[in-house]
């Protein structure tokens, strides 16, 4: 029996399935999940003492690579100064001025703690804003675990195959509309059907909670423009591609390459905390304030904007400049290219899609020709991804422990750390192919 084994069997006596967050546990991969004690760069040690590259990034926030010294020294200033005060300091304002400057849509920040509450937020303020009570969100995307925002949903949901969470009310569930992804009928069919009565469209930015499925080229401008021609909003959902896909997310991408639009409501969250418990829901001021205290939208938070997590968040996006994003697109690059060679020389059948520096791998003759929604992306060879998972970790590689993830890189990933990694990929493909 390893440590970890220990460790994991201790675990499932004090929590639920040993674990605080699904994904976690193993379950559609297998075996026992790693407890980790350290973190440096790309790499993370666990309980076994035993070190990984690390393509989770704790899902997303470490875009520096783990325990960057100048993140760490942040924190550690920080805290020396004062866990929490309940009450507003400097810095929570500098943290809204970095992502007012960054995304230019942006007029007004508020500061909550997880990306659960920034969705859950923007929702209510579109509700409040629009006096409607219709949410419209597309099967595969994520949005947090917050009531209305579970059904058909990504990530773990898609990981476990459920279609949604017991103990959400019948009659919150009914407030939320789920559409396909990338379909632009149903889009103007669902807003046909519920006339003046759709408060707001909310879309992950680019989908990365069933794997990696970007938005088809004007898809988002689409969405904007009906929500907008129906007296709906939209909200943009940038918890997991804000600050990590570039210096102003996917949005600031698809705004580079000509695709203009403007969200009214963004939520961020991960690279925002910089690997502490900051999120954001942000949008143009008339919305936003809307908010208590000036408006009649209620939200608020003992933790919110706390000192030390803000210090955090804040350090990360003053280092996170235009060479930190060139690394991670140059990282996304070749590692991408070496799975998909490594696969091709196997004959797994799969697709590598991509957003910006994030990719995933879709396994299957099925799915092979390209995923555009959730209903082809469940149509994937999982089983492919579980033999593939182990020979990467039994090689000293760290995956999501999920089919449905996004492999998350950091601009600490140098060469020694990708080489680690492409040394490990004929061994899985060949796991890949005979599983
Ligand atoms: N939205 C998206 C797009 C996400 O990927 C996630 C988390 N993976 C969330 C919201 C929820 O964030 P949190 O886990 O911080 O509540």
Same mark, same amino acid.
């Given at each position: 029996?390893?440590?970890?084994?220990?460790?994991?069997? /201790?675990?499932?006596?004090?929590?639920?399935?040993?674990?605080?967050?699904?994904?976690?546990?193993?379950?559609?991969?297998?075996?026992?999940?790693?407890?980790? &004690?350290?973190? /440096?760069?790309?790499?993370?040690?666990? #309980?076994?003492?035993?070190?990984?590259?690390?393509? @989770?990034?704790?899902?997303?926030?470490?875009?520096?690579?783990? #325990?960057?010294?100048? &993140? &760490?020294? #942040? @924190?550690?200033?920080?805290?020396?100064?004062?866990? =929490?005060?309940?009450?507003?300091?400097?810095? $929570?304002? $500098?943290?809204?001025?970095?992502?007012?400057?960054?995304?230019? #849509? &942006? $007029?007004?920040?508020?500061?909550? =703690?997880?990306?659960? $509450?920034?969705?859950?937020t923007a929702v209510r303020l579109a509700r409040g804003f629009t006096g409607r009570d219709l949410v419209v969100k597309f099967s595969g995307h994520y949005h947090g675990h917050s009531d209305g925002l579970l059904a058909q949903a990504g990530s773990g949901l898609a990981t476990l195959a459920l279609p949604g969470s017991a103990g959400v009310p019948e009659a919150v569930a009914a407030q939320t509309v789920v559409i396909p992804y990338n379909d632009p009928d149903a889009l103007a069919e669902v807003f046909a059907q519920h006339p003046g009565r759709i408060a707001a469209v909310i879309t992950e930015a680019a989908a990365a909670n069933m794997g990696v499925v970007s938005p088809h080229r004007g898809f988002n401008a689409l969405l904007a423009r009906t929500c907008h021609d129906n007296g709906a909003l939209l909200i943009l959902d940038e918890v997991l591609t804000g600050f990590r896909l570039g210096a102003a997310g996917l949005w600031g991408l698809q705004v580079a390459a000509g695709e203009v639009y403007s969200p009214d409501l963004f939520t961020f969250g991960k690279v925002v905390g910089g690997g502490l418990p900051v999120a954001a829901v942000a949008g143009r001021a008339e919305v936003m304030e809307m908010l208590a205290p000036l408006g009649p939208v209620y939200q608020a938070g003992t933790l919110s904007g706390n000192p030390v997590a803000v210090a955090a968040g804040l350090a990360t996006l003053r280092l996170a400049d235009a060479a930190v994003y060139a690394r991670l697109d140059r990282a996304a690059d070749e590692l991408s290219t070496a799975v998909e060679d490594a696969l091709a020389r196997e004959g797994v059948a799969h697709v590598i899609q991509r957003a910006g520096n994030l990719f995933s791998v879709f396994w299957g003759e099925d799915v092979a020709a390209g995923v555009s929604d959730y209903e082809t992306a469940v149509r994937q060879e999982s089983f492919r991804y579980r033999a593939f998972f182990h020979a990467m970790l039994d090689a000293g590689v760290s995956l999501p422990p999920s089919a449905f993830e996004a492999w998350f890189l950091t601009a600490a990933h140098d060469d020694a750390a990708l080489e680690r990694i492409i040394a490990a990929l004929p061994t899985a493909a060949r796991a890949a192919a005979a599983a």
């Open positions: 029996m390893t440590h970890n084994d220990e460790l994991f069997a /201790r675990a499932q006596t004090a929590m639920p399935g040993g674990v605080n967050s699904p994904v976690r546990a193993f379950g559609s991969v297998g075996g026992t999940p790693r407890f980790f &004690v350290s973190a /440096r760069g790309p790499y993370v040690t666990d #309980a076994d003492g035993r070190e990984y590259v690390d393509l @989770v990034a704790s899902w997303g926030p470490a875009i520096l690579g783990h #325990a960057h010294p100048e &993140v &760490v020294a #942040a @924190v550690q200033d920080a805290a020396a100064r004062g866990l =929490s005060f309940g009450a507003s300091t400097p810095a $929570e304002t $500098e943290l809204a001025e970095q992502i007012t400057s960054r995304v230019g #849509a &942006v $007029e007004r920040v508020r500061l909550v =703690s997880t990306g659960t $509450e920034a969705t859950m």
